[in-house]
Each structure stands twice: as structure tokens, then as C-alpha cells.
């Protein structure tokens, strides 16, 4: 299945998704040859992992540069169609940690993510929207983990209880606490 159809066949669970998830599609259909690259200064796709313990009691984050905050992984799509397998990258590559698995296969969530402008590599990079599709990811706890020089300046896993005291990051708190909440229902 294409990431169009996986997107389209993700069954909302709130009235917010099921906006978020109408938009993202309009967007895929009236720029389907750039959605998928960030040259669409508008709005592109991204893909982000929300790592959880295999207890469910710990989430790996990476306190990233630009917005100075503890935040899950994911990154720009860069023409890759699998969202998956691109969520899977950014959570190695941020975070240095082997064995990242996926909980499941299929979409988790979708939600739009404004981008405010800001400095990256010494260029400007205009404010604009990230399309985002997460999946729900697990690790072991055990093993190094190295932060994405250029990008986070440390890597860690936090514990779920006071999670959100630790990203402080208003606007993420309804999407952390529904991947939370959608991931131990997988973990059992």
C-alpha cells in the first residue's frame, strides 16, 4: 500500500484527527509531485517515532537544538514514500540506539505540526507545515545512545510519569499523551 492509501485508510479517533488527516490528504492531492520533498515550502511530509520501553514505563527523546526541548524523533520524508521506514531512521539516527522496532505497522496518529521559521545550518528556513504521520516504536533500554551532532545535544530515556514536565512543550502534550496512551494499549 502507498503512504497515500495508508493515510487514507487511518480511521481517526478524535474530530481533530479526522480534520488533520482530510488536510494532509487535500495537500497530498494538489501537490503530489513535492509533498514528499522539502522543497514544498508550504507544507511536506514528515514522519515521527514515539519510542516507548517494552514496560511501557519509559519514552527515548532527544533534547533538540532548534526548539530546546525534549521531543520524540521523526524527520522529513526527502522523497521516500515508506513514512515507516523513514520514522525508523530519524529514531536511529537521533537517538544512536540499535534494535528500534515498530509496535506496529501501521499509522498511530496524524497531526499537522507548524514549523515556525527559524535558523538551520546557517540558513533561514521559512516558517510552514509538517504533515506528520507517527508510528508507535519500541527499543530495549539497555545499550549506548549517542545524540545527532548538528541536531540534539542529548538523548535519553524519560519516565512516562512527569513526562510532560519534561518536554514542555504546551502544544505537544495532547499528541504525546494519546501516542502514550495508544502504545501501552499495544503493549498490553
Not at 509538517?130 to 535519553?156: C, F, I
Amino acid at each position: 500500500m502507498s503512504y497515500v492509501e495508508d493515510i487514507a485508510a487511518y480511521l481517526p479517533q478524535s474530530e481533530a484527527e479526522a480534520a488533520e488527516k482530510e488536510i494532509i490528504l487535500d495537500y497530498i492531492r494538489r501537490y503530489p509531485d513535492t509533498i514528499l520533498l522539502r522543497e514544498n515550502r508550504a507544507a511536506h511530509m514528515t514522519a515521527s517515532g514515539f519510542i516507548l520501553s517494552a514496560d511501557g514505563k519509559w519514552v527515548l527523546m532527544a533534547h533538540h537544538n532548534i526548539y530546546r526541548v525534549w521531543a520524540w524523533t521523526g524527520g522529513h520524508a526527502d522523497g521516500e514514500g515508506d513514512l515507516l521506514k523513514v520514522a525508523l531512521k530519524e529514531a536511529e539516527e537521533e537517538t544512536g540506539a540499535r534494535g528500534i522496532r515498530p509496535l506496529s505497522a501501521a499509522i498511530a496518529s496524524v497531526e499537522i505540526l507548524p514549523v515556525w521559521g527559524h535558523v538551520k545550518r546557517g540558513e533561514y528556513v521559512p516558517s510552514h507545515l509538517h504533515l506528520n504521520v507517527s508510528y508507535l516504536l519500541t527499543a530495549d533500554r539497555e545499550g549506548p545512545l549517542k545524540p545527532r551532532e548538528g541536531e540534539n545535544t542529548a538523548v535519553d530515556w524519560l519516565p512516562v510519569e512527569g513526562l510532560l514536565e519534561k518536554t514542555n512543550e504546551w502544544q505537544m502534550d495532547p499528541i504525546y499523551t494519546k501516542l502514550l496512551e495508544r502504545g501501552r494499549k499495544l503493549l498490553g
